[in-house]
C-alpha cells in the first residue's frame, strides 16, 4: 500500500497566483480551496438547498489555500524543503493509499424504508422479507438514508397503485420512481435540471428490471413550458422530493400534472419553511392529507382540493 503527503499551502490573497508558482516548479494536481469561491458558488445556486452543513462552513472560513499531494518518500519530503525554501510555509500530514474503489461501500448498508421497502446496494445481496430496491449510489441525491427521501419512500409504498402513473420531479437517483415501480406502479415519467439524470436513472432501473416503465427527461419544470407540455398530466401519483424554495413556485403547476384522485407528496422542506410551503400547497388548490415530520424535516400529502 503506498503512502502519500498532503501537503497544504495558504494562498495569502489569489489562489491562482500559487498554482502558477507552483506550476512553474513542475508540480501539478492542485485542489484550490478559497472562501470566495465558496460563497458565491452557496449564493448563486440558493435553490438548491435549505441549509448548509456548519462543520463544511466552518472549514471553510478564511481559507485561502491550495493542496497538492507527494509521495511520502525522499523524493516527496524533498519537494515539501524546496515549498520552505520559496517561502511557501507548507503544512503537510500523512494519508494512506487505502483502497477507496472498495473499501467507501462500508459507507452504504441496506435502509429499511415504510413498512415493506429496503433500499440495498447493487453490489449488496439481500435475503430479508422486505421488498428490495436496488441501486447504485451515485452522484445524484437519493441514496435512501436522508430523512426525506425514507418519508417519500414511506409516501410511495402507501400510494403507489399497480398500474397507476408516476411522475417524479426532481428525480435525482429516479430512487423514488424505482420503488414506485418495483411496487407495480407504471408508467414512470422523472424529471431533473441535471443532464447526468437519464443516465443514471436508466442504469438504477435496469438494475431493479423496470427500465422499461421509464421516460426520464431533463429540464426546468417550472421555468420551461414546453417541458411541462411534454410531461403531460392525469398521473395517479406526483413526487417532488426538492427543497422548499423549489416546491413553493412548483406548487400552481402541481394540479395540472395530477389525475383527479392523484396525490401530490413532496418533501425537502427544512424545519422553519413548513408553514410556507403548507401555505403555498393550500393556495394551488391542493388539500393537505398527511405532514410527516423525521428528524429536522417535513413532508407533505395532498390531494386536490
Same mark, same amino acid.
Given at each position: 500500500?503506498?503512502?502519500?503527503?498532503?501537503?497544504?499551502?495558504?494562498?495569502?490573497?489569489?489562489?491562482?497566483?500559487?498554482?502558477?508558482?507552483?506550476?512553474? #516548479?513542475?508540480?501539478?494536481?492542485? *485542489?484550490?480551496? +478559497?472562501?470566495?469561491?465558496?460563497?458565491?458558488?452557496?449564493?448563486?445556486?440558493?435553490?438548491?438547498?435549505?441549509?448548509?452543513?456548519?462543520?463544511?462552513?466552518?472549514? #471553510?472560513?478564511?481559507?485561502?489555500?491550495?493542496?497538492?499531494?507527494?509521495?511520502?518518500?525522499?523524493?516527496?519530503?524533498?519537494?515539501?524543503?524546496?515549498?520552505?525554501?520559496?517561502?511557501?510555509?507548507?503544512?503537510?500530514?500523512?494519508?494512506?493509499?487505502?483502497?477507496?474503489?472498495?473499501?467507501?461501500?462500508?459507507?452504504?448498508?441496506?435502509?429499511?424504508? !415504510?413498512?415493506?421497502?429496503?433500499?440495498?446496494?447493487?453490489?449488496?445481496?439481500? !435475503?430479508?422479507?422486505?421488498?428490495?430496491?436496488?441501486?447504485?449510489?451515485?452522484?445524484?441525491?437519493?441514496? !435512501?438514508?436522508?430523512?426525506?427521501?425514507? #418519508?417519500?419512500?414511506?409516501?410511495?409504498?402507501?400510494?403507489?397503485?399497480?398500474? $397507476?402513473?408516476?411522475?417524479?420531479?426532481?428525480?435525482?437517483?429516479?430512487?423514488?420512481?424505482?420503488?414506485?415501480? =418495483?411496487?407495480?406502479? !407504471?408508467?414512470?415519467?422523472?424529471?431533473? =435540471?441535471?443532464?447526468?439524470?437519464? +443516465?443514471?436513472?436508466?442504469?438504477?432501473?435496469?438494475?431493479?428490471?423496470?427500465?422499461?416503465?421509464?421516460?426520464?427527461?431533463?429540464?426546468? *419544470?417550472?421555468?420551461?413550458?414546453?417541458?411541462?407540455?411534454?410531461? $403531460?398530466?392525469?398521473?395517479?401519483?406526483?413526487?417532488?422530493?426538492?427543497?422548499?424554495? =423549489?416546491?413553493?413556485?412548483?406548487?400552481?403547476?402541481?394540479?395540472?400534472? #395530477?389525475?383527479?384522485?392523484?396525490?401530490? *407528496?413532496?418533501?425537502?422542506?427544512?424545519?422553519?419553511?413548513?408553514?410556507?410551503?403548507?401555505?403555498?400547497?393550500?393556495?394551488?388548490?391542493?388539500?393537505?392529507?398527511?405532514?410527516?415530520?423525521?428528524?429536522?424535516?417535513?413532508?407533505?400529502?395532498?390531494?386536490?382540493?
Amino acid at each position: 500500500m503506498a503512502n502519500w503527503l498532503e501537503v497544504t499551502i495558504p494562498a495569502h490573497g489569489d489562489p491562482e497566483a500559487l498554482c502558477d508558482q507552483l506550476t512553474g #516548479m513542475g508540480l501539478e494536481g492542485f *485542489v484550490i480551496e +478559497d472562501e470566495r469561491d465558496f460563497q458565491s458558488f452557496l449564493e448563486n445556486n440558493t435553490q438548491y438547498w435549505d441549509f448548509v452543513d456548519e462543520k463544511l462552513t466552518r472549514s #471553510m472560513t478564511g481559507a485561502s489555500r491550495v493542496k497538492l499531494w507527494v509521495s511520502d518518500d525522499d523524493q516527496g519530503r524533498a519537494i515539501i524543503a524546496e515549498l520552505h525554501k520559496k517561502g511557501l510555509s507548507p503544512e503537510s500530514r500523512p494519508v494512506a493509499d487505502a483502497d477507496w474503489e472498495n473499501n467507501w461501500r462500508d459507507y452504504y448498508q441496506p435502509v429499511e424504508a !415504510g413498512e415493506h421497502l429496503v433500499i440495498v446496494p447493487k453490489w449488496q445481496n439481500y !435475503g430479508g422479507d422486505r421488498t428490495p430496491v436496488k441501486l447504485d449510489p451515485g452522484l445524484l441525491f437519493g441514496t !435512501g438514508d436522508h430523512p426525506t427521501t425514507r #418519508m417519500c419512500l414511506a409516501a410511495v409504498e402507501k400510494y403507489a397503485r399497480p398500474g $397507476g402513473s408516476v411522475l417524479d420531479l426532481g428525480c435525482g437517483s429516479g430512487i423514488l420512481g424505482i420503488a414506485a415501480a =418495483v411496487l407495480g406502479a !407504471g408508467p414512470i415519467v422523472a424529471a431533473d =435540471v441535471d443532464e447526468k439524470a437519464p +443516465d443514471i436513472v436508466r442504469a438504477n432501473a435496469e438494475l431493479n428490471g423496470v427500465a422499461d416503465a421509464f421516460t426520464v427527461h431533463v429540464g426546468d *419544470v417550472i421555468g420551461s413550458g414546453s417541458l411541462r407540455a411534454k410531461l $403531460g398530466g392525469d398521473y395517479a401519483l406526483v413526487l417532488a422530493n426538492i427543497v422548499a424554495d =423549489v416546491i413553493i413556485p412548483l406548487a400552481p403547476y402541481v394540479p395540472a400534472f #395530477m389525475a383527479p384522485d392523484g396525490a401530490f *407528496v413532496c418533501s425537502g422542506v427544512i424545519d422553519g419553511r413548513q408553514d410556507e410551503v403548507a401555505d403555498a400547497l393550500e393556495k394551488a388548490g391542493l388539500a393537505i392529507l398527511e405532514h410527516n415530520t423525521l428528524e429536522e424535516w417535513h413532508a407533505f400529502v395532498c390531494r386536490k382540493a
